[in-house]
C-alpha cells in the first residue's frame, strides 16, 4: 500500500485528502493567517476546513507551488 500524500487534517476526518480545490484568506488571529479549504478526500467527499499557515502547509504536506496554484485572494473570490 503507497503511503498518503497528505496527513489527516482535522481529528473528525478519516483518510487522505484526494484533491485540494481552493485556497483562500479566512481571517487572521494571534498575528497568525488562517486560510479556508476546500478539499476531498480519497472518496471523493467534500470538505472545508480553516486552519494557520503553518498547519497548512504541515497538514495537507503542500509546498509554496502548490499553495500558489491553489490559493485565491480576496478580491480574486470577489470577481
Known sequence: MSEPKYKKVDKLIHGEVKEIHLIGESEKKDNEMYYFVFWHNHIDKPFFTVVG?????????????????????LSELEK
Not at 53 to 62: T, V
Not at 63 to 70: A, L, P, R, S, Y
Open 53 to 73: 499557515h503553518k498547519d497548512l502547509f504541515e497538514c495537507f504536506k503542500i509546498d509554496q507551488e502548490e499553495f500558489d496554484k491553489k490559493y485565491k485572494s
